[in-house]
């Protein structure tokens, strides 16, 4: 027991490198022509789909309402966020070894800006793409935008987009769950 709260500490910082096994956020847009649906996974370090066309497909349908291209290397936040999330972890194996739990709380407290802080980025991608329309689209609905649910389910057109967290993103909130519950654990050890 006295060593749970190190272990859990240092079990947040490698829940936190599956972000580059796992992507950490999906996209899936359902229709009649996709009855299986068009998947997009957004990992830390680059997009992608469940088939090598499926970030094509989405961008020949953006192509019709005006929305822009998704480009992966034209989005800054995956090249820089990996860096972060190394970093963090490495701090995550540090604070472990140290075992001070103001360091644990710490952990926590700045995992869980990170991750607010991610998903009003990710917000903020998905307003942009949905609602900077080309004027001369193909097809154009006065005053329509087409941004996707940030968190669940919306139906745009004739198209369901689906948004939820993928298994790195849940693993993610795992390690900060975690990282709470070893300085919640470490504080009750000391007393």
Do not use: C
């Amino acid at each position: 027991m006295k060593r749970l709260p190190q272990v859990l500490m240092a079990a947040s910082g490698l829940l936190l490198l599956t972000l580059f096994v796992w992507p950490m956020w999906s996209i899936t847009l359902l229709a009649p022509q996709y009855p299986q649906g068009v998947k997009m996974f957004i990992h830390i370090n680059k997009i992608d789909g469940d088939t090598p066309s499926s970030l094509q497909n989405i961008n020949i349908l953006n192509h019709y309402v005006g929305m822009e291209f998704i480009r992966p290397e034209s989005i800054p936040e995956l090249t820089y966020f990996p860096y972060v999330v190394v970093g963090m972890a490495v701090l995550a194996f540090v604070f472990a070894f140290v075992g001070n739990k103001k360091l644990f709380l710490l952990w926590a407290l700045l995992m869980t800006a990170l991750a607010v802080a991610g998903i009003y980025d990710f917000y903020l991608w998905e307003y942009h793409y949905g609602h900077n329309l080309n004027p001369h689209a193909p097809i154009q609905i006065p005053g329509a935008s087409y941004q996707p649910p940030l968190l669940g389910t919306k139906v745009i057109l004739n198209f369901t987009a689906i948004s939820l967290p993928a298994l790195g993103g849940y693993l993610a909130g795992a390690a900060i769950f975690f990282s709470y519950l070893a300085w919640w654990l470490k504080k009750k050890v000391e007393r």
